[in-house]
């Protein structure tokens, strides 16, 4: 063989190599789109599962996709991993339901990467594995099932799931139900499921805090305001238009809390995700809650940390529209009644202030006043009774409102 030829040989090889790597690419006249995904931190030591229930162990996490198609493929996490993650095989199917380990096992699809069953993923690395073929419907539950040698390093997780998760002794990747599973509702090294789809199909990330990530949703009944979204979506006729859902409990726009700062992780939660077209951002509530609650709340530090919040802000959004993406701000919802944060009169300003400037400012291309829908007339500091679960979070009917509160038009393109 010529040199010439040995090189043109290895550039392929090597040019193959990096498309498994990444995945594989799309069919001809096909593209990838998130369909489903969720934010990566580290657990606190209550979210973490023992090193024991790792060892030679079958995890099956079950997610609920929101757009349809015949091919797939599966992201998964080693973001926050100090060491290298191993995984010794892993597999994708459709699921008998949320809070059920059981799946249909004729639709049981082994995930390969680049060809091979098992994968190391590097420390603060996400890896796809190869495509697979596997016909759904939007809304459909899956079920990723991953067999672990041992424990990780550092977990890598999203402990505000609000699904169950399953996990059994030994290697069950295809078995109808996992044997001897124990149940908890958190997700570990998933990040997310693309699906191949048609041009013009693309998806709306929505990242925020605890509201978005749904607190005071039961587990297994899929009712943040997202999933209504996407339900209403699908209703409007609008199946072009997947859902997915960023938030992470206590999330701060600066600074980090229960998970990395908003501004930090953009770009791998939002950015990064095949087919986005929009973000729906909503955040800052915990940050203006926070520094009521320290020693440090002052008029010259609440000025400081609503013009950090704004260019904080600026800064995203421009990142976005570098990237083809609208942003979407949010305004926050009122929390005069939350008996975590207390707030007084010049939170309240604040908040009012920060929402003014949401509306005004024109640095986003479109906004969602969730603040409007959710306020009480009669006490705009206060969430409408009908919506309040404690003050600061919406209830069930709270979240449908929402989902209802954002103008569908926002979501059917994005000209920039």
Request: aromatic share 6%; proline share 6%.
């Amino acid at each position: 063989m010529s040199r010439q030829s040995i090189l043109a040989a290895a550039l392929a090889a090597a040019l193959l190599g990096g498309c498994a790597a990444h995945g594989g690419p799309s069919k001809p006249g096909r593209q990838w789109v998130a369909s489903w995904g969720t934010a990566q931190m580290v657990p606190g030591a209550e979210h973490e599962l023992a090193p024991s229930q790792w060892r030679d162990a079958t995890l099956r996490q079950v997610v609920r996709v929101s757009l349809g198609g015949e091919r797939l493929r599966v992201r998964l996490s080693n973001v926050f991993g100090t060491e290298p993650l191993v995984l010794e095989g892993a597999s994708v199917a459709r699921s008998s339901g949320p809070g059920r380990s059981s799946i249909d096992p004729a639709s049981s699809r082994p995930l390969r990467f680049g060809g091979a069953a098992s994968v190391t993923i590097p420390a603060g690395a996400e890896y796809l594995s190869d495509p697979v073929d596997l016909p759904h419907a939007a809304g459909s539950d899956l079920a990723v099932s991953i067999h672990y040698p041992d424990a990780p390093s550092r977990q890598t997780s999203h402990p505000g799931a609000r699904a169950t998760s399953f996990i059994a002794p030994g290697q069950h990747l295809a078995a109808a139900e996992l044997p001897r599973a124990s149940g908890f509702t958190r997700w570990y090294q998933l990040a997310g499921i693309e699906v191949e789809a048609a041009p013009g199909v693309h998806t709306v990330v929505a990242i925020g805090d605890s509201i978005t990530d749904g607190y005071g949703v039961a587990p297994d009944t899929n009712l943040r305001w997202t999933d209504s979204l996407a339900a209403r979506l699908r209703q409007a006729g609008m199946t072009g238009v997947g859902v997915v859902n960023a938030g992470i409990g206590g999330g701060r726009l600066l600074r980090d809390g229960l998970g990395p700062n908003l501004a930090s992780r953009f770009e791998r939660d939002v950015l990064d995700r095949p087919g986005v077209r929009h973000a729906i951002v909503l955040i800052g509530v915990n940050d203006l809650g926070n520094l009521h609650r320290s020693a440090g709340d002052s008029a010259a530090a609440r000025a400081q940390m609503l013009d950090d919040m704004k260019e904080a802000l600026r800064q995203s959004v421009a990142r976005a529209h570098a990237r083809g993406v609208c942003v979407i701000g949010a305004t926050i919802t009122p929390y005069a009644g939350s008996e975590y944060y207390h707030p007084k009169a010049p939170n309240e300003q604040d908040r009012q202030a920060y929402n003014d400037w949401i509306r005004r400012s024109g640095v986003f291309d479109g906004v969602i006043d969730f603040d409007a829908a959710l306020r009480d007339p009669a006490r705009p500091d206060h969430l409408l009774k009908a919506y309040d679960n404690d003050g600061l979070h919406p209830n069930m009917d709270g979240y449908r409102a929402m989902a209802e509160a954002v103008p569908l038009e926002l979501l059917k393109d994005c000209r920039r």
